[in-house]
């Protein structure tokens, strides 16, 4: 018994000395670790420290690149095992969020072109000085016998029948009839549509007019007269009702049949009703708009022209037949 307390003793020593030397090292430890710090600061990557670190960055490359690439497809397996776990609410707010959204975006690009399309009408009224009202286009042809289609303004907004409409790119047709708040509006392919017209290049006038199968034709242009496809047809203004130089289309054949005194000439509309959903109504003509007393007696010119090579051919003809009556005795 009384060799007890001289055997715990020395391991009670034993633990106190582990226990200081161990402190002192860690003291050594942070005392070195600032002094590294320190110099690191001071020095730059340009020191001893510098290189070292370097090197070691460079030796242990190969082991961190693997390590990444080990750990690659647990992360992934991480992400697909939060996002299978997610609950149902978060599920239903997250497609409830990209419905709204797309909604929104539909509204937005809806809005764009509307302004698009309004801008285009404000160009054309602007570059020709029209006096006109818009319209938005209600309504398509109720029936299969006539290629009309409703706009939404009547005889409460100034429209009245005979009135020319036009889109943001040409002339769409006329007014022929007219309510309170709503009117009826002839397209240009329509077979009872008729419109004053001239090739812009060479002012050569003719008249445009639709068709039973919806093609429009250039009429009343001499075979003696030249037009090329790709021609411009405007309003030539006659007859006080478009303004001139309205566009109307663009010529896509021309064609002179043996004998014919006239071309037949097809041009296709540059404004379809299905395209445009607003529209302007011209409800009057400035002085300028109208054809001037040139155009007048230009048509005049070409239309005596016409008679004259017609009474020709008849003449030719005539004669022809008598010279044929003669050998025949």
Not at 123 to 142: E, F
């Amino acid at each position: 018994m009384p060799l007890t307390p001289s055997r715990r003793q020395p391991r009670s020593a034993l633990s106190t000395s582990r226990q200081s030397s161990g402190g002192r090292a860690l003291v050594a430890c942070v005392i070195i670790s600032i002094a590294l710090f320190t110099a690191s600061s001071r020095m730059g990557d340009e020191g001893p420290l510098g290189a070292v670190r370097g090197a070691f960055q460079t030796v242990t490359s190969p082991v961190r690149y693997l390590g990444a690439t080990v750990a690659a497809p647990f992360r992934g397996i991480g992400n697909v095992v939060t996002n299978l776990t997610a609950d149902q609410q978060t599920l239903s707010e997250l497609r409830a969020e990209n419905d709204e959204l797309r909604a929104r975006n539909v509204e937005l690009e809806e809005a764009a072109q509307t302004a698009e399309r309004l801008q285009g009408l404000l160009d054309l009224q602007d570059a020709n000085d029209l006096q006109s009202t818009a319209a938005r286009i209600i309504s398509g042809a109720s029936d299969s016998w006539s290629t009309t289609v409703t706009i939404d303004k009547g005889t409460s907004s100034g429209v009245t029948a005979g009135m020319p409409v036009t889109a943001s790119s040409g002339v769409v047709g006329q007014v022929i009839d007219s309510g309170a708040t709503t009117s009826t509006v002839r397209m240009l392919t329509d077979e009872n549509s008729s419109i004053s017209a001239m090739i812009q290049s060479s002012r050569v006038q003719g008249m445009l007019t639709g068709s039973v199968t919806g093609q429009l034709n250039l009429t009343l242009i001499g075979t003696e007269q030249e037009v090329n496809v790709g021609d411009v047809v405007v309003t030539s203004g006659l007859g006080g009702v478009f303004p001139k130089g309205l566009p109307l289309g663009e010529v896509t054949s021309v064609e002179s049949a043996p004998g014919a005194l006239f071309l037949d000439i097809v041009v296709e509309p540059f404004s379809h009703a299905e395209n445009y959903e607003e529209v302007l109504v011209i409800t009057s003509l400035t002085e300028e708009q109208r054809a001037t007393a040139e155009d007048i007696a230009a048509a005049d010119a070409q239309d005596q022209q016409g008679q004259d090579d017609g009474s020709a051919d008849d003449a030719s003809d005539t004669e022809e037949t008598d010279q044929t009556d003669g050998t025949s005795e």
